[in-house]
């Protein structure tokens, strides 16, 4: 099994910054990823960072956060970050972090969520 708990939201002001936290136990991980789902919208990917014998292999960014939000890990720790930065209203969502095993399987584990709220 493996086990996801996602820290650090809140309540920011548009254009100010926040960084998530997902920590990560249990099986050995292929990738991370984060989703956020808006009021009354559907689930959205976000962002990803996949890895190898210990060194990222890539990463992966939803447009509509490119240039703004980096994802990133630290191996020693077992957590994945997202640093977000320049935040808009429209950021605003339920943030979830996902893990999978493998490279090729779909995201099969979850976190319980963590609030991120953006005011104009």
């Known amino acids: 099994q493996v086990q996801l708990v996602e820290s650090g939201g809140g309540l920011v002001q548009a254009g100010g910054s926040l960084r998530l936290t997902c920590a990560a136990s249990?099986?050995?991980?292929?990738?991370i990823g984060w989703f956020r789902q808006a009021p009354g919208k559907g689930r959205e990917f976000v962002a990803e960072?996949?890895?190898?014998?210990?060194?990222?292999?890539?990463?992966n960014y939803a447009d509509s956060v490119k240039g703004r939000f980096t994802i990133s890990r630290d191996n020693a720790k077992n957590a994945v970050y997202l640093q977000m930065n320049s935040l808009k209203p429209e950021d605003t969502a339920v943030y979830y972090c996902?893990?999978?095993?493998?490279?090729?399987?779909?995201?099969?584990?979850w976190g319980q969520g963590t609030q991120v709220t953006v005011s104009s």
């Open positions: 996902a893990a999978k095993t493998s490279p090729v399987v779909l995201y099969n584990y």
């Open positions: 960072i996949s890895w190898s014998g210990g060194r990222t292999s890539y990463t």
């Open positions: 249990g099986r050995t991980l292929a990738a």
